[in-house]
């Protein structure tokens, strides 16, 4: 019987798998020459704040901004770390 794992633990491998995998595909693009293979491995969507937030008490100011950029190999590396942890 498979162990009973958290959502904090799948949030925690999705985000892993997601940022070695972008980093990957940000590495392996910038060695490519420029073209639809290098566009492949370097684009996608940003999701998330792309300016950030500021939360004013005129004592006290907080500054808020989250960017995910997220590429071909970044899915793969979370697909490739659900698999992961399936199998543990």
């Known amino acids: 019987m498979p162990a009973q ?3 904090g633990l799948l949030v925690l491998v999705v985000i892993a798998g997601l940022v070695i995998g972008s980093l990957l595909g940000e590495l392996v693009g910038g060695f490519l020459p420029s073209g639809r293979v ?10 998330g704040l792309t ?18 950029k997220v590429n ?17």
């Open 72 to 88: 071909l190999v970044g899915v793969l590396g979370v697909v490739l770390a659900a698999v992961t942890l399936r199998r543990l």
């Open 38 to 47: 290098q566009d492949l491995f370097m684009r996608g969507p940003t999701i």
């Open 51 to 68: 300016s950030p937030v500021t939360f004013d008490l005129r004592f006290l100011s907080f500054t808020f901004g989250l960017a995910l």
């Open 5 to 7: 794992r958290g959502i």
